[in-house]
């Protein structure tokens, strides 16, 4: 139901794009947030947004360099992630619910997965 793409490998500093294309029914109706995952670590928020836009929520730490975006026309969500950092090495994640917006992973929907790799 969900596809997240755009990971890759980007020296410190870099720029990475990701997307999430979602075939839900309704995809303007459910809120959307990024996970991500590190090495022998627990899945952690990054961001998410309502289903409108008109709310946003980061974690304090990508909070002055990461941007959650959505566009319902065409079923996508999107994490602008700048000045990145070796710490934000992970598989991120994208998920959706209809009901939940906020940090827990309450969400519904999952995609599998994308690989972002920082290199210092």
């Known amino acids: 139901q969900l596809q997240a793409s755009g990971g890759g490998l980007v020296q410190a500093g870099g720029s990475l794009r990701l997307s999430c294309a979602a075939s839900?029914?309704?995809?303007?109706?459910?809120?959307m947030a990024w996970f991500r995952q590190a090495p022998g670590k627990e899945r952690e928020f990054v961001a998410a947004i309502s289903w409108s836009s008109t709310s946003t929520i980061y974690r304090d730490s990508v909070k002055a360099r990461f941007a959650i975006s959505r566009d319902n026309a065409k079923n996508t969500a999107s994490l602008q992630m700048n000045s990145l950092k070796p710490e934000d090495t992970a598989v991120y994640y994208c998920?959706?619910?209809?009901?939940?917006?906020?940090?827990?992973?309450?969400?519904?929907?999952w995609g599998q997965g994308t690989l972002v790799t920082v290199s210092s």
């Open positions: 839900v029914r309704s995809f303007s109706s459910y809120h």
């Open positions: 998920a959706a619910d209809r009901s939940y917006f906020g940090r827990f992973t309450n969400y519904f929907y």
